[in-house]
């Protein structure tokens, strides 16, 4: 692919705001869009099954909007809008594999139709799928309507995490092809229901070829990302390097260069049409935050090398199990392991850019614990030693 002139040149800084805008950090939000507001905005909320103060998907809006309720959260998520007519209500979101296994804005479904029929022509699956399984799984949901796994007749053959049953493997692979789709959790577990049923009419069926999909995922990506290298708007859907050379010129995205990186850029024009201005938000950040999906990334804009450590052996971990890096400033300032007992946050290790991270990181640890319903912060590491009796004393005056 040949790239065509940069039509601007953006410093470093420059780069950073406006990654930050586009991410939701900088700037006031809009509280009236709410947690949907922010999926639209960020066009993907990544998944995981790990919580600490709260899961990942929580803590996506609550690192740009606040304290937002918990409950208000799944909410906005899984229940659907109510119709002023007699059709079904429509959902606002569904869960498929983009970044990773992620929410999606409901609007988006025609455009992973790509990816479905990638899933279709796959040759090779890791887990074997019974004869007639699949089918069955299939008729079951069409007679009884939308059912977890369990009800479907369990999610696993053992205790072991990996070892599912025909049904489970049936019906992932029923999602992964679109046949089946996810648009209600209850609790954690994921309730399955025909795309016929669940997708609204207007949605449902894949009419758009590969190249209007991948244009708009990588029209969606260069949004949501503000500025970018192709490895950058190649990771945010987890495209090939060559699915967004093939479309980047027609999807709307500008070339420029940004001082410091060693790759070209592209960026979101409506991006660089102002100076990004306004509050910056200090927050803790969940490790899967797509403001730092990317770790060279990360590295580029914030000078800050991040990394998840929850499946390193504990022998080996630098930072803790689910380090939580603080922004602060339009920087990653510090980074804090946290834990709950009973109403107690515990900061188990924490990390500290300098003194003057201080009082950024107590405002961090402070509100995500009135967040979570917990009354006090005790603080047991701090890499630092020197900075360990500033962090208490600027906690407890912020818990006063």
Not at 41 to 52: E, K, N, R
Request: charged fraction near 25%; proline fraction near 7%.
């Amino acid at each position: 692919m040949t790239t065509p002139p940069p039509t601007a040149q953006l410093s470093a800084d420059d780069a950073r705001r406006i990654a930050l805008r586009a991410q939701g950090f900088l700037g006031t939000p809009d509280r009236r869009a709410g947690v949907r507001g922010v999926l639209r905005h960020l066009g993907a909320v990544q998944l995981d099954t790990i919580s600490v103060l709260a899961r990942s998907h929580e803590l996506i809006p609550y690192a740009r909007l606040g304290a937002v309720g918990r409950a208000t959260v799944e909410d906005a998520y899984w229940n659907p809008a109510p119709t002023t007519g007699t059709g079904p209500a429509r959902p606002h979101a569904f869960e498929y594999w983009s970044h990773a296994a992620c929410i999606l804005p409901i609007e988006e479904w025609p455009h992973f139709a790509f990816r479905r029929r990638a899933y279709r022509a796959r040759p090779h699956w890791n887990h074997d799928l019974p004869d007639g399984t699949y089918d069955q799984v299939v008729k079951q949901l069409r007679t009884e309507g939308p059912l977890t796994a369990t009800e479907l007749g369990g999610a696993k053959k053992t205790s072991e995490w990996w070892d599912w049953s025909g049904t489970k493997v049936a019906v992932e692979r029923a999602l992964m092809y679109g046949e089946v789709v996810c648009v209600e959790r209850r609790g954690w577990k994921r309730v399955y229901d025909l795309a016929e049923r669940a997708v609204p009419a207007d949605l449902l069926h894949d009419t758009l070829d590969d190249t209007e999909c991948l244009r708009r995922l990588v029209a969606l990506a260069g949004q949501s990302l503000g500025v970018g290298t192709r490895a950058d708007i190649a990771d945010y859907h987890r495209l090939k390097g060559e699915q967004v050379d093939a479309v980047i010129a027609d999807s709307g995205l500008v070339p420029v260069t940004v001082e410091g990186w060693s790759k070209p850029a592209w960026a979101d024009p409506a991006a660089l049409e102002t100076t990004p201005r306004g509050r910056h938000r200090t927050t803790l950040l969940s490790p899967f935050d797509s403001l730092i999906w990317e770790r060279a990334r990360t590295e580029r804009l914030f000078g800050f090398t991040h990394r998840l450590e929850a499946y390193v052996p504990k022998p080996k971990r630098i930072h803790g199990y689910f380090a939580m890096p603080v922004l602060a400033g339009g920087r990653l300032v510090g980074r804090v392991d946290p834990a709950r007992e009973g109403r107690t946050l515990v900061a188990r290790q924490v990390g500290l850019a300098g003194p003057r991270a201080v009082p950024a990181v107590a405002q961090a640890l402070v509100e995500a614990a009135r967040w979570v319903d917990c009354t006090d912060v005790r603080v047991e590491r701090v890499d630092a030693p020197e900075l360990r009796e500033p962090l208490t004393r600027e906690l407890a005056h912020a818990l006063a």
